[in-house]
């Protein structure tokens, strides 16, 4: 149900695959968080459309800059193709305080990831990738998580953990040269922190 189109990493043999486990405690626990927050591969209407040689292709032209107008090129285009895939997964808006958490990879002439949370997230990425290519900037990566029942609180432990391992420069919620898999493992720890404290607290409040 949770999309994560490509894994950049150089040294992942399998780039349909999430292979990114550097920077992150040794102690982690990998089998819960893929089984509370897993990254699926990409459906399969959309990987001849998404593949790895396309997705370096959009990166390498939006390091070298596009030319006017942005918005009429295949590379931020390709965002809105990211995001549709990601409605169709999560076609349904959370309300109150539940939400999910999101991070967006950005190409321009330099990279960064966003990490933020919504209760709408194709409509949160239709702002961002309007935003970023207004500069010539194009989303090449996108994952969110399932429904967290306090998901702002979720962001603010993402964020904390992003400036505990980034030592680049960093702007609020973007991330300046974060490698994408890094941020995605951030992202999904903060995320499954959410949905074990839910339990836990479901479980305080049964009747014995």
Same mark, same amino acid.
């Given at each position: 149900?949770?999309? *994560?189109?490509?894994?950049?990493?150089?040294?992942?043999?399998?780039?349909?695959?999430? +292979?990114?486990?550097?920077?992150?405690?040794?102690?982690?626990?990998?089998?819960?968080?893929? +089984?509370?927050?897993?990254? *699926? $591969?990409?459906?399969?209407?959309?990987?001849?459309?998404? &593949?790895?040689?396309?997705?370096?292709?959009?990166?390498?032209?939006?390091?070298?800059?596009?030319?006017?107008?942005?918005?009429?090129?295949?590379?931020?285009?390709?965002?809105?193709?990211?995001?549709?895939?990601?409605?169709?997964?999560?076609?349904?808006?959370?309300?109150?305080?539940?939400? +999910?958490?999101?991070?967006?990879?950005?190409?321009? $002439?330099?990279?960064?990831?966003?990490?933020?949370?919504?209760?709408?997230?194709?409509? +949160?990425?239709?702002?961002?990738?309007?935003? *970023?290519?207004?500069?010539?900037?194009?989303?090449?990566?996108?994952?969110?998580? $399932?429904?967290?029942?306090?998901?702002?609180?979720?962001?603010?432990?993402?964020?904390?953990?992003?400036?505990?391992?980034?030592?680049?420069?960093?702007?609020?919620?973007?991330?300046?040269?974060?490698?994408?898999? &890094?941020?995605?493992?951030?992202?999904?720890?903060?995320?499954?922190?959410?949905?074990?404290?839910?339990?836990?607290?479901?479980?305080?409040?049964?009747?014995?």
């Amino acid at each position: 149900m949770f999309l *994560a189109p490509y894994d950049p990493d150089p040294h992942s043999p399998d780039r349909y695959r999430y +292979r990114g486990r550097a920077d992150v405690p040794p102690d982690l626990d990998w089998a819960s968080l893929d +089984r509370l927050c897993p990254v *699926a $591969p990409l459906p399969d209407s959309y990987r001849s459309l998404l &593949t790895p040689e396309v997705i370096n292709e959009r990166r390498a032209e939006l390091k070298c800059g596009l030319p006017l107008p942005f918005h009429d090129h295949l590379a931020i285009r390709l965002g809105q193709l990211l995001r549709d895939v990601v409605h169709a997964q999560c076609p349904e808006p959370a309300s109150g305080t539940a939400g +999910r958490l999101y991070v967006l990879e950005f190409q321009g $002439p330099h990279q960064y990831v966003l990490l933020g949370h919504t209760r709408n997230v194709s409509r +949160r990425m239709s702002c961002h990738i309007l935003d *970023a290519g207004r500069h010539g900037y194009g989303l090449l990566n996108a994952w969110a998580s $399932p429904v967290l029942p306090h998901a702002q609180k979720q962001e603010r432990m993402a964020l904390d953990l992003a400036e505990g391992l980034h030592d680049a420069q960093y702007v609020g919620e973007r991330f300046y040269e974060m490698p994408f898999y &890094t941020a995605l493992t951030v992202v999904r720890v903060a995320a499954e922190a959410g949905l074990l404290s839910a339990v836990s607290e479901a479980a305080a409040v049964e009747p014995a």
